[in-house]
C-alpha cells in the first residue's frame, strides 16, 4: 500500500506564498506521475500540476506562472511552490500519485487565502 504525506497548508493573505510538500511511501521514481489536485467547496476537483517520472510538468491554466511543481529527489518529496496567492486558490490540495493503472491519494492539506 502506497502513503502520501502531504504537509505545508495554511492560511496565508493574498499576494503570499506557501510551499506543498509530498512524501510517499516508496521512490517518487516508481510512479508514472505524481501531481496536485485542489478541491474547493461546492467544486469538482480539479489537476493544479503534474510531473511525470521523466521531468515534463502541465499545469492548469490560472496557475502557469504562479505555482511550480517539482522533485527533490535527496529527500524524496515532491513540492508545489505556491506564489501570488489568490483568494480563489482557497481549497483543499491533495497529492496525487499514479502507478501503472492505480491512483494514490494523501489526506488533503488546507490551504486558505485570505486577508
Known amino acids: 500500500q502506497v502513503q502520501l504525506v502531504e504537509s505545508g497548508g495554511g492560511l496565508v493573505q493574498p499576494g503570499g506564498s506557501l510551499r506543498l510538500s509530498c512524501a510517499p511511501s516508496?521512490?517518487?521514481?516508481?510512479?508514472?506521475?505524481m501531481g496536485w489536485y485542489r478541491q474547493a467547496p461546492g467544486k469538482e476537483r480539479e489537476l493544479v500540476a503534474g510531473i511525470t517520472s521523466g521531468g515534463n510538468t502541465n499545469y492548469e491554466d490560472s496557475v502557469k506562472g504562479r505555482f511550480t511543481i517539482s522533485r527533490d529527489n535527496a529527500k524524496n518529496t515532491v513540492h508545489l511552490q505556491m506564489n501570488s496567492l489568490k483568494p480563489e486558490d482557497t481549497a483543499v490540495y491533495y497529492c496525487?500519485?499514479?502507478?501503472?493503472?492505480?491512483?494514490?491519494w494523501g489526506q488533503g492539506t488546507q490551504v486558505t487565502v485570505s486577508s
Open positions: 496525487s500519485a499514479k502507478l501503472g493503472r492505480k491512483d494514490y
Open positions: 516508496r521512490s517518487i521514481f516508481s510512479f508514472n506521475v
